[in-house]
């Protein structure tokens, strides 16, 4: 039984397709096909039902998925054991912010592909948290505050922030001095999540309310210009806004906590050694600055 023919299984079950499973693999429809074919024929089961929006597992395919995925898994293990400290091969998929990743993690993963010229580097970039587990990523890089869950994650730098408010916003609303204040005011955020602030060395929470709601920290840069409400936003977005006096700090009195910037993998007993070869890069490469802007790569 081949291993690949394995490997292509797992995918395509779960992506949920063949065409969605051979494009996490880098390889053509009818080669996933092909395997899938063998497969099956040296089974002599059905593992996957073929319908128009794509694959579904039959009752055997969802029982051999897990013995495939096991297996898959126990061969790379192996792989490693047998050469720790050798040049690492394969497909690393890793997720990341669509809002950071472009500008402050690019140049680190063409590092880590110049290093390991046998290592496939996937990257998708979107500010979508991700279900690694579904969607095949080996490892992903988060920034802020991270939410309990089950993943894993491994910190490997800090990232600071401040509230901010358009000098027109503060003069027709007020800049808010205590987290009451900042409840009353028009919050730009990601979602529904509460913001954490410091009163001395205590963390309080404060409940934001507003309209305007984004998935990218840019956009949010943006509207907070604009005049639509108050930000918490990363010193990497704000900086040159500040700079340039287009933001200015509100609640400088109760600052936000600092966050991180993490790496996240589904849980497991070890994590790869490519996963973990990407962690010692990141931590080599980030310069303990006050904010994102201090990642660099070195020469």
Not at 100 to 114: Q, Y
Not at 126 to 146: H, K, N, P, Q, W
Request: aromatic letters at 6%; proline letters at 6%; charged letters at 20%.
């Amino acid at each position: 039984m081949d291993i690949e023919d394995l490997r292509t299984f797992v995918e395509v079950a779960d992506a949920g397709g063949v065409s969605p499973g051979a494009r996490r693999l880098g390889i053509s429809k009818s080669i996933a096909s092909r395997a899938l074919a063998r497969l099956e024929a040296e089974l002599g089961v059905q593992l996957l039902a073929r319908t128009t929006r794509g694959a579904a597992l039959t009752e055997a395919g969802a029982v051999f998925r897990e013995h495939a995925a096991k297996a898959c898994a126990e061969i790379d293990q192996a792989r490693e054991a047998l050469q720790p400290e050798g040049e690492l091969r394969g497909r690393l998929r890793i997720a990341l912010p669509l809002t950071f990743g472009p500008t402050h993690f690019a140049s680190i993963l063409a590092e880590l592909a110049m290093r390991h010229p046998h290592l496939q580097v996937h990257t998708h970039y979107s500010d979508r948290f991700v279900d690694m587990v579904t969607e095949g990523f080996d490892c992903a890089i988060r920034v802020g505050y991270l939410a309990d869950s089950s993943l894993v994650a491994r910190c490997v730098g800090p990232l600071n922030g401040k509230m901010v408010a358009s000098p027109a916003y503060i003069a027709t609303h007020g800049a808010p001095e205590t987290p009451e204040q900042l409840a009353q005011h028009q919050a730009l955020m990601q979602g529904t999540e509460p913001w954490q602030l410091l009163d001395g060395d205590k963390v309080v929470s404060v409940r934001p309310q507003g309209r305007f709601k984004a998935d990218n920290g840019t956009a949010l840069a943006v509207a907070a210009v604009a005049g639509l409400g108050v930000a918490w936003l990363p010193d990497g977005i704000i900086a040159e806004h500040l700079a340039n006096g287009t933001l200015q700090v509100v609640m400088q009195n109760y600052p936000p906590p600092s966050a991180g910037i993490y790496v996240v993998r589904p849980p497991g007993r070890h994590p790869s050694r490519k996963v973990r070869v990407l962690t010692d890069l990141l931590l080599e490469c980030f310069d303990q600055s006050p904010h994102l802007d201090g990642i660099r790569t070195r020469a």
